[in-house]
């Protein structure tokens, strides 16, 4: 079997074991080969991009007014991306941007004008168009000034705007012109401005970016990557280290990572944030309406056997329904497990001789083993889950089709108790409504608290909001918080990603054009 130099794999091996004696590593350009754990890509367009795998790729292509820096997750070092610089008004309301000037889009696209960002953060904000629409409740308006200049009014402060117009989520800015010229064909032909641009797909098997050349930060040290759709642990894996992958998902299980960390020539990198797994318990799914039913649930999980399962490398044990160590989070209200209070619950409600109820599970290693656990300690107090397996495309979608009466679901947002609180459980989100997103339990405790959150002039009022939401969701039983799943990628030694991997919000270390392969 031949490399992609086109000799053999052991004249390969012997030429870098001879070479490595008397030279260092040197960069050279080439395409990064990626396994990822997905079996299709659904949309490159980044304000539908929601599922994991779309994300990760959609990072590489799209900038936005600010940026995390590389290898960050940090809301406190943000910083200049395509708007060179920026002022805020005292009252936090008004938001005035000046971007850089002959910032180039990919294609034959023209260079990025107010229009474009207008036209982008609009669309981000229309729930026609957009899966973060809510993100943007309180932005008023978004006007362009002159060519090079965007403001952005406020109904009341946000907190952590800035994360809403980073490269992150609805924050990517698209080209006006492409996206009117493509039409639906934009979200699998995308057109930014990143370090990379698309050149080709081929369904349930790979996408392919090419170096982006006239990059405002510089012409990329790799010539390209080829994104490789690999649902299969045991086939990522074997590719990784036969050499045919330079970087891959691992499997977000401590007995793996320790398992992979004795791999010869390998790195892996654990990073933030978390998706946050939560099981969401569905009122509008009979006896779910009931919330002694909800809190015999909640009860008959033992959350610290799931953690043990997973392992504290990589899983961080929950307690409030927003992730740990987001601004906001409040642990004063959580479920202890007690499966005879669990049963005594169920009794109470009429089901002392059990019930069965259905959820739609994931196939893969992130949620099937999990879901086993859970299915397993619900059956020691009577409760049958039904669990249909189903490949993770199939999951996502019947899911948001309301079909599961419980849902086990993670996701990492923007480390504020709003960004969770807003998407997860405000009911304006629910999941049939115009404007959903991701609440599955159809939760309506604490919408006046929420918005209340949103609407705060301190500091002290929307931490207050913040808490009372998060007491009125408990007591609700809307879901049922389990742990924060780092991030497990794996790559070869020769992959030097141009700075330190601390935490990624895109969930996929960044590609940037200072990333190179070593030779």
């Known amino acids: 079997m031949t490399n992609r130099t086109g ?10 074991v001879l070479s490595s004696v008397v030279l260092p590593y040197t960069a050279q350009a080439a395409t990064l080969r990626v396994g990822a754990a997905a079996e299709n890509v659904a949309t490159l367009d980044p304000t539908r991009a929601t599922a994991t795998v779309d994300v990760g790729i959609v ?13 960050s997750a940090d809301p406190t070092k943000m910083e200049p991306d395509l708007a060179e610089k920026w002022e805020a008004s005292e009252d936090g309301l008004v938001w005035t941007f000046h971007l850089r000037s002959d910032v180039k889009f990919h294609g034959d696209y023209g260079t990025v004008s107010s229009e474009d960002v207008v036209y982008s953060l609009e669309r981000a904000k229309n ?27 406020l109904k009341s402060p946000v907190p952590g705007f800035l994360g809403l117009i980073a490269n992150y989520h609805g924050g990517n800015i698209i080209s006006k012109k492409a996206a009117e010229k493509l039409g639906a064909d934009f979200k699998l032909r995308p057109i930014g401005t990143g370090p990379f641009m698309f050149e080709n797909s081929v369904t349930q098997q790979s996408v392919t970016l090419k170096a982006f050349p006239d990059y405002f930060r510089g012409k990329p040290k790799l010539d390209g990557i080829q994104y490789n759709l690999i649902p299969s642990d045991a086939s990522r894996e074997l590719a990784f280290r036969s050499g045919e992958l330079d970087l891959i998902n691992g499997k977000r299980e401590q007995r793996w990572v320790d398992q992979a960390k004795t791999w010869d020539g390998s ?5 933030a944030p978390g998706e946050y797994r939560t099981l969401f318990l569905n009122q509008a799914h009979k006896p779910l309406d009931n919330v002694k039913v909800r809190q015999a649930i909640a009860h008959a999980i033992n959350v610290e056997q799931i953690v043990e399962f997973v392992g504290t490398g990589v899983g961080q044990k929950g307690c409030s329904v927003v992730p740990p160590g987001f601004l906001g989070e409040d642990c004063t209200w959580t479920y202890r497990y007690d499966p005879e209070l669990s049963k005594k619950l169920l009794a109470d409600a009429g089901l002392s001789k059990g019930l069965t ?12 083993p999990i879901m086993q656990v859970v299915q397993g300690q619900l059956s ?11 490949d993770h495309a199939t999951y996502q979608e019947q899911s948001r ?47 006046s608290e929420i918005e209340a959150g949103r609407k705060a002039t301190t500091d002290a009022e929307r931490l207050k909001a913040w808490s009372e939401a998060q007491h009125k969701i408990h007591d609700q039983v809307c879901g049922i918080p389990l742990f924060n799943l780092m991030q497990v990628w794996v790559r070869t030694n020769k992959l030097d990603y141009g700075y330190e991997l ?18």
Request: aromatic share 10%; charged share 15%; hydrophobic share 40%.
């Open 7 to 16: 000799i053999s794999r052991r004249s390969a091996f012997t030429a870098i």
């Open 59 to 71: 990072s590489w292509m799209f900038n936005g007014l600010v940026r995390f820096p590389p290898g």
């Open 127 to 153: 729930p026609k168009t957009s899966s973060f629409s809510n993100d943007f409740t309180e932005v008023k308006s978004i006007e362009a000034i002159d060519p090079l200049t965007v403001k952005i009014t």
């Open 267 to 271: 790195t892996v990198d654990i990073f």
């Open 357 to 368: 109820i259905k959820a739609i599970v994931s196939s893969i290693t992130a949620q099937q």
């Open 380 to 390: 020691e107090v009577g409760i049958n889950l039904d669990m249909q397996v189903v």
């Open 401 to 447: 089709k309301d079909l599961s009466d419980i849902v086990f679901y993670g996701a990492a947002r923007y480390p504020v108790a709003d960004s969770y609180l807003s998407q997860f459980y405000h009911s304006s989100s629910s999941i049939g409504k115009p404007t959903a997103v991701t609440n599955f339990s159809h939760c309506d405790a604490a919408d």
């Open 502 to 519: 601390k935490g990624s919000l895109n969930l996929a270390p960044p590609i940037t054009e200072n990333t190179a392969l070593m030779q």
